[in-house]
């Protein structure tokens, strides 16, 4: 029998070399020819029956079921797209690097135009993924035709880099759009588990949208006690909402999206998926806002179009009163440069609706058209390649950058927010009642700044008050809304008293650090 065994190795391994064999040689060697010859026979059968069905379909028989390419690739659906997304990635970066090339070889040429250079690379189309239905809470519209599903840990920084891109997405899309988010904790985040449980559990008690956003705030920061302050302040029974927490109630929930995820062959977050359609790509509201577009095109809304009239927009600026955010528009035909707000008619026929980072959008006619930010002209290299023929897209293909290469129109960025604490306006006064004892947390640290030295945080570590905003031990305070802080100077109490935004920005070992809260 062993020798039977050793046979059929030696015919597999030949057969797969393309080698030819003799039953003659094979019975010589192992004395059993003829039930060899049989196994052979059986196997150039199943051989000539393969060779017989397209190679394209099926790519292998087990025990003579067919195996094919299909079915492969189904379990591996979002792993190839990520090949080929890659491979889109690196063609448009080495066709930039020709298209600057050909624009410095050319850029002196007194004829030389941008209305030269066509673009017509695309992304490769995104497969989209049926998801199973079921009761989880969405934040937005229930009736908006666009979902967008979101895999997050916790516990990730790039999770919470991303939420200040859900809010500009809320902003710009309001009612079209929806977010159902599913728990995927990565196996090094050892809390995202216990941060998942304590967002279920705080659904359990009201929407739990304000508990996330204060779970996002400080990722740093997540165990039972920070669970607990943060309910205390938005008003949770804490007996409710502890025995919720130590029991783990939600690991059943937690589980079941993390085997979701893995069903999809996820694996790094965040992943977005929008009504289904697996989104790669930069993490930005453009980025995503192209395929939101899409689908809302798709299911009979209206979309925005490229926009030929003669206008350049120069700059936005954004402000957290929509009507307070500005554009400044350039009329190309006279050359005449105008600054307006969100609402202003620009002429009888045009009024401007909404105000973006980077794009603006207008009713012209009843038509919603929108005009991209003059130094961010990415997005028209595929999004917008059927209008490729107007002036106003051949100008703006020149740079296929994503948006997250483009160069900012401002030389500075602010830190971004990632979350929001909300805080109750009558803790914040029962602490500042103890404000001369705070006081004494803070000191001078070593460096001098133009005659003032920046404050520190020192033993903080059993204070509620520094524990409920974040802050640690050996923080440097730098600046309290839009005020510096230093030791002639220390507005945090003024400003926690007064104002019911705040933001606070430290720096934590070299790094900084931005906190936002509400005081209500």
Same mark, same amino acid.
């Given at each position: 029998?062993?020798?039977?065994?050793?046979?059929?190795?030696?015919?597999?391994?030949?057969?797969?070399?393309?080698?030819?064999?003799?039953?003659?040689?094979?019975?010589?060697?192992?004395?059993?020819?003829?039930?060899? %010859?049989?196994?052979?026979?059986?196997?150039?059968?199943?051989?000539?029956?393969?060779?017989?069905?397209? %190679?394209?379909?099926?790519?292998?028989?087990?025990?003579?079921?067919?195996?094919?390419?299909?079915?492969?690739?189904?379990?591996?659906?979002?792993?190839?797209?990520?090949?080929?997304?890659?491979?889109?990635?690196?063609?448009?970066?080495?066709?930039?690097?020709?298209?600057?090339?050909?624009?410095?070889?050319?850029?002196?040429?007194?004829?030389?135009?941008?209305?030269?250079?066509?673009?017509?690379?695309?992304?490769?189309?995104?497969?989209?993924?049926?998801?199973?239905?079921?009761?989880?809470?969405?934040?937005?519209?229930?009736?908006?035709?666009?979902?967008?599903?979101?895999?997050?840990?916790? %516990?990730?920084?790039?999770?919470?880099?991303?939420?200040?891109?859900?809010?500009?997405?809320?902003?710009?899309?309001?009612?079209?759009?929806?977010?159902?988010?599913?728990?995927?904790?990565?196996?090094?985040?050892?809390?995202?588990?216990?941060?998942?449980?304590?967002?279920?559990?705080?659904?359990?008690?009201?929407?739990?949208?304000?508990?996330?956003?204060?779970?996002?705030?400080?990722?740093?920061?997540?165990?039972?006690?920070?669970?607990?302050?943060?309910?205390?302040?938005?008003?949770?029974?804490?007996?409710?909402?502890?025995?919720?927490?130590?029991?783990?109630?939600?690991?059943?929930?937690?589980?079941?999206?993390?085997?979701?995820?893995?069903?999809?062959?996820?694996?790094?977050?965040?992943?977005?998926?929008?009504?289904?359609?697996?989104?790669?790509?930069?993490?930005?509201?453009?980025?995503?806002?192209?395929?939101?577009?899409?689908?809302?095109?798709?299911?009979?809304?209206?979309?925005?179009?490229?926009?030929?009239?003669?206008?350049?927009?120069?700059?936005?600026?954004?402000?957290?009163?929509?009507?307070?955010?500005?554009?400044?528009?350039?009329?190309?035909?006279?050359?005449?440069?105008?600054?307006?707000?969100?609402?202003?008619?620009?002429?009888?026929?045009?009024?401007?609706?909404?105000?973006?980072?980077?794009?603006?959008?207008?009713?012209?006619?009843?038509?919603?058209?929108?005009?991209?930010?003059?130094?961010?002209?990415?997005?028209?290299?595929?999004?917008?390649?059927?209008?490729?023929?107007?002036?106003?897209?051949?100008?703006?293909?020149?740079?296929?950058?994503?948006?997250?290469?483009?160069?900012?129109?401002?030389?500075?960025?602010?830190?971004?927010?990632?979350?929001?604490?909300?805080?109750?306006?009558?803790?914040?006064?029962?602490?500042?009642?103890?404000?001369?004892?705070?006081?004494?947390?803070?000191?001078?640290?070593?460096?001098?700044?133009?005659?003032?030295?920046?404050?520190?945080?020192?033993?903080?570590?059993?204070?509620?008050?520094?524990?409920?905003?974040?802050?640690?031990?050996?923080?440097?305070?730098?600046?309290?809304?839009?005020?510096?802080?230093?030791?002639?100077?220390?507005?945090?109490?003024?400003?926690?008293?007064?104002?019911?935004?705040?933001?606070?920005?430290?720096?934590?070992?070299?790094?900084?650090?931005?906190?936002?809260?509400?005081?209500?």
């Amino acid at each position: 029998m062993n020798n039977f065994k050793y046979s059929i190795y030696c015919i597999i391994l030949f057969l797969l070399l393309g080698c030819d064999l003799s039953s003659t040689d094979l019975s010589s060697k192992n004395g059993d020819g003829s039930q060899i %010859q049989e196994t052979l026979n059986e196997n150039q059968e199943q051989i000539s029956a393969v060779k017989s069905v397209p %190679q394209d379909s099926v790519i292998a028989r087990l025990g003579g079921q067919a195996v094919s390419m299909a079915e492969i690739d189904t379990t591996i659906e979002l792993r190839l797209f990520d090949l080929e997304w890659r491979k889109y990635e690196l063609r448009r970066a080495a066709l930039k690097a020709k298209i600057d090339e050909y624009i410095k070889k050319n850029d002196h040429l007194e004829n030389f135009s941008p209305e030269s250079i066509d673009v017509y690379l695309t992304p490769p189309p995104p497969p989209r993924i049926e998801f199973p239905e079921d009761q989880r809470p969405l934040k937005g519209s229930a009736y908006a035709k666009v979902r967008l599903a979101l895999f997050c840990s916790y %516990q990730s920084s790039h999770c919470a880099r991303l939420q200040p891109v859900i809010q500009e997405l809320e902003a710009r899309y309001k009612n079209s759009i929806n977010f159902g988010f599913y728990d995927f904790p990565q196996s090094f985040h050892r809390y995202a588990k216990s941060a998942a449980n304590a967002v279920h559990c705080a659904a359990d008690l009201a929407t739990p949208w304000k508990f996330q956003s204060a779970i996002y705030a400080d990722v740093s920061q997540l165990n039972t006690e920070r669970y607990l302050a943060i309910a205390g302040q938005l008003g949770f029974d804490k007996t409710i909402f502890s025995a919720c927490i130590n029991e783990f109630r939600y690991k059943d929930k937690i589980e079941s999206d993390m085997r979701l995820g893995q069903s999809f062959g996820l694996g790094n977050v965040p992943v977005l998926f929008i009504n289904g359609l697996y989104v790669k790509g930069p993490h930005t509201a453009d980025g995503f806002g192209y395929y939101i577009d899409e689908e809302l095109s798709r299911l009979g809304a209206i979309k925005p179009v490229l926009s030929t009239l003669p206008i350049q927009l120069l700059a936005t600026s954004l402000s957290n009163k929509t009507e307070e955010s500005t554009a400044i528009i350039q009329y190309l035909e006279t050359g005449e440069i105008r600054t307006y707000k969100t609402g202003e008619p620009l002429n009888d026929k045009i009024k401007l609706v909404t105000i973006e980072e980077a794009r603006i959008l207008i009713d012209h006619r009843g038509q919603l058209e929108f005009i991209l930010l003059k130094t961010n002209l990415d997005a028209q290299s595929f999004s917008n390649s059927d209008h490729s023929d107007t002036e106003s897209v051949e100008q703006e293909t020149t740079d296929i950058r994503s948006p997250d290469e483009q160069e900012s129109p401002k030389k500075y960025r602010e830190l971004q927010q990632t979350g929001e604490l909300r805080l109750s306006r009558i803790w914040v006064e029962e602490q500042l009642n103890n404000q001369h004892e705070l006081e004494e947390h803070f000191y001078a640290a070593e460096h001098e700044v133009e005659g003032v030295h920046l404050l520190k945080l020192k033993d903080v570590a059993k204070q509620e008050f520094y524990k409920m905003l974040g802050l640690q031990s050996g923080d440097v305070v730098l600046r309290v809304n839009e005020e510096f802080v230093h030791d002639a100077h220390n507005p945090l109490w003024e400003t926690l008293q007064n104002e019911e935004k705040v933001t606070l920005l430290v720096m934590r070992k070299g790094f900084p650090v931005r906190y936002d809260y509400k005081i209500k």
